[in-house]
């Protein structure tokens, strides 16, 4: 199995999503406007991405760090789904309908990620079929 080594967050955007595990292999939107798509983002501990409810509309591969999903029990408490890091994606709601967030997603420590704008890629989806199914597939 080949070894990726990521790319630190000061490299450019192209370079890092270039090198993210979740994305080797696919090809890129060609579209004029996919630059629009992405960058870089920083997560502290504690700090929420999205939360359970909201409108879903971007995703997140993560680079450093690690992510929770979490959603709420019966007596509100906060429940742990899964854990999600390095080479993973976080936040798969925009694709599908009703577009909203199932579960709240925490940073558990100081995380680095790619952040995508999933409204606009999946206008690309729909343009590109084949594109939809690689990311689904990925």
Known sequence: ?????LPNERESVEIRVQYHPFLVGLQPPSHPASGRLRHGDGVCPNEYLFRQGEFANRFYLIETGQVVLEAPDLEGDRVPIEAIGLGKLVGWSWLFPPYTW?????ALEKTTALFFYGTILREYCSEDPSLGFELSSG
Request: charged share 30%; aromatic share 10%.
């Open 102 to 106: 199932h579960f709240d997603a925490r």
């Open 1 to 5: 199995m080949k070894t990726i080594s």
